[in-house]
């Protein structure tokens, strides 16, 4: 699955396993820049789809209450 075809759910559970490899004693400052980054990345887009799931809901309230 393309990074930018997957939903929430799966870029939270992404952002897990990353933070798990985060955890490992074992890895590299390289490799834990990179998790980090990596999983900042998931975290944000996994805010936009957030963000427009609720404009989303919001603007269809806004049509049934009229």
């Known amino acids: 699955m393309e990074n930018e075809e997957m939903g929430f759910e799966e870029k939270i559970a992404h952002a897990k396993e990353i ?5 490992d004693p074992e890895i590299t400052l390289a490799q834990s820049v990179k998790y980090y980054k990596e999983g900042l990345k998931e975290l944000q887009e996994a805010t936009k ?3 427009n799931a609720k404009l989303q809901f919001e603007e269809y309230n806004q049509k049934e209450g009229s």
């Open 19 to 23: 933070l798990e490899k985060l955890m």
């Open 49 to 51: 789809l957030l963000e």
